[in-house]
């Protein structure tokens, strides 16, 4: 998540007008509408009768405000609640855009940034409760969304002599984080486990992602699912519903505990599935991928 975020800021727009706004509301706000209603009625009338939801009471009328408020777990979102993300993400372009709006200039820009960050850290530790399009993730999430922007002339554009060895010393900094973490991280329900070790682990690990694809360029395949990241988001858990009930059909069973090698082995499948939906909706429907 750290990553999509960070991203996110690196693409962040110079200008600061309202046609920009709109332009991030057509490509995030439109698609995660049009697919959550999609996603909803298909749960309301198919998906909540068979699997894990036929087995827990949910109610539609709540499943349906999820939609609007984008957060509260399987209570509001059990139609799909990895769609959290795009109203999240869409907050933090719109509260670093009235930061960079009214604050000229940039030191003081990146102090408030950290800390909106740090109010973000503090407010799940207080308050036990989930807010609208998940704001507290939101202020976190300006952290990295912020390096990316004001970083991104250093290390994306830029090649260095010793990209190979920093990318190993990434990796091994990268590990050891993971290994002190010891923690599941889940910012939807905003579970950072120690922030620090979180917040270091976010920027190495990130560090370490980018530089691999850029060292290994066989990797650059990749970049047609880099533009299709909101229909991959709102598809993924039905894509798995799919090879699930393949799954039962040959092997006669509907309890399934994957390990983390049959997990990647699960990501190519899903994406094997899913790429001539992709196709389709590229050339069909684009407003469900963010695009005219």
Same mark, same amino acid.
């Given at each position: 998540m750290p990553l999509f975020f960070l991203i996110a800021g690196i693409f962040h727009p110079e200008k600061t007008n309202f046609v920009i706004i709109k332009k991030r509301v057509k490509q995030i706000l439109v698609p995660y509408f049009l697919w959550s209603f999609l996603l909803y009625f298909f749960w309301l009338f198919v998906g909540r009768n068979y699997g894990?939801?036929? !087995? %827990?009471? #949910? $109610?539609?009328?709540?499943n349906l405000i999820g939609i609007f408020f984008a957060q509260g777990d399987k209570e509001y979102m059990n139609w799909e609640i990895p769609m959290w993300f795009l109203p999240s993400i869409f907050l933090t372009f719109?509260?670093? +855009?009235?930061?960079?709006?009214?604050?000229?200039?940039?030191?003081?820009?990146?102090? *408030?940034?950290?800390? =909106?960050?740090?109010?973000?850290?503090?407010?799940?530790?207080? +308050?036990?409760?989930? #807010?609208i399009w998940s704001l507290d993730v939101s &202020?976190?999430? &300006?952290?990295?969304?912020? =390096?990316?922007?004001?970083s991104k002339k250093y290390w994306?554009?830029?090649?260095?002599? +010793?990209?190979?060895?920093? *990318?190993?010393?990434? =990796?091994? &900094?990268?590990?050891?984080?993971? %290994? !002190?973490? *010891?923690? @599941?991280?889940?910012m939807y329900r905003s579970n950072y486990g120690n922030e620090i070790l979180f917040i270091l682990n976010a920027?190495?690990?990130?560090?370490? +992602?980018?530089?691999?694809?850029?060292?290994? @360029?066989? *990797?650059s395949f990749l970049s047609f699912f880099g533009k299709n990241t909101i229909p991959i988001l709102a598809m993924q858990l039905r894509s798995l519903t799919v090879i699930k009930l393949i799954l039962l059909?040959? #092997?006669?069973? $509907?309890? =399934?505990? !994957?390990?983390?090698?049959?997990?990647?082995m699960l990501v190519f499948f899903q994406l094997l599935i899913m790429y001539p939906i992709l196709l389709l909706i590229n050339k069909y429907l684009p407003i469900l991928n963010g695009k005219n």
């Open positions: 894990e939801s036929s !087995f %827990i009471e #949910l $109610s539609p009328y709540k719109l509260i670093f +855009w009235i930061i960079k709006r009214i604050i000229k200039k940039e030191r003081n820009r990146i102090l *408030l940034s950290i800390a =909106f960050g740090i109010i973000g850290f503090v407010i799940p530790r207080i +308050w036990d409760v989930s #807010l &202020l976190t999430s &300006l952290i990295f969304y912020v =390096f990316g922007y004001y994306v554009y830029k090649k260095f002599e +010793w990209e190979k060895t920093s *990318l190993f010393i990434l =990796f091994i &900094l990268h590990i050891l984080c993971s %290994i !002190f973490l *010891l923690q @599941k991280v889940d920027f190495v690990g990130v560090l370490f +992602w980018c530089n691999l694809l850029r060292v290994f @360029k066989f *990797l059909i040959f #092997l006669g069973t $509907s309890v =399934f505990n !994957f390990n983390e090698l049959e997990k990647v």
